[in-house]
C-alpha cells in the first residue's frame, strides 16, 4: 500500500473525528452542573455515610494476579488443540511459557501476596489511626 494512501486515510479519520467533536460541542445539549447533580448516588439510593471499611490494598493486589493468570492460563486452550502439529519446538516454547507463569506465581507467593491471615484488620472510615512514633531526641552539645 502506498505511504499517501495511508497519511490519506489518517487525515481522513483526523478531519471527521474533529468534526464529530466539534459539532457535538456546538449542536449538543449543554450541561448544567448543580450541588445535587455533584453528589454521588448509586442504584437509586442517594448515600449517607461513607463505606464502612476500605479494602486493603493486598485484596486488589491478589485481583489483578487473578485476573492476569486467569488470562494467560487461557492461552493452553489453542495450544492443546495443536499440541500434535506443533510437535517438539510448540511443546518446548508453551514449557518456557508455563514457566515463566509459575515462577511469577512463586515470587508472588514468595512475597507474601497470598498470605491473608497476618495482615492487619481493615480500619473504618474516619476512624483515627495511632501509631506509636519514636520523636527523634536532638543531640546535646557540649561547650568546652
Known amino acids: ?3 499517501w494512501a495511508v497519511l490519506t486515510f489518517g487525515l481522513i479519520v483526523l478531519v471527521n473525528a474533529t ?21 454521588l448516588f448509586e442504584c437509586g439510593i442517594p448515600s449517607t455515610a461513607p463505606p464502612p471499611v476500605q479494602y486493603p490494598v493486598y485484596f486488589y493486589r491478589l485481583a489483578v494476579v487473578f485476573v492476569l493468570l486467569d488470562v494467560e492460563l ?6 492443546a488443540v495443536l499440541a500434535r ?6 511443546l518446548i516454547l508453551m514449557g ?22 497476618e495482615r492487619p484488620a481493615a480500619v ?3 476512624a483515627e489511626v495511632r501509631r506509636e512514633v519514636p520523636v ?9
Open 19 to 39: 468534526f464529530f467533536i466539534f459539532v457535538n460541542r456546538w449542536l449538543g445539549p449543554r450541561r448544567r452542573t448543580s450541588a445535587v447533580k455533584q453528589e
Open 74 to 79: 487461557a492461552f493452553f486452550l489453542p495450544w
Open 85 to 90: 502439529p506443533l510437535g517438539w519446538p510448540g
Open 1 to 3: 500500500m502506498p505511504t
Open 136 to 144: 527523634p531526641v536532638p543531640a546535646q552539645r557540649t561547650e568546652p
Open 96 to 117: 518456557v511459557y508455563a514457566g515463566t507463569l509459575v515462577v511469577g506465581l512463586l515470587y508472588f507467593w514468595r512475597h507474601g501476596g497470598l498470605v491473608f491471615w
Open 124 to 126: 473504618p472510615v474516619g
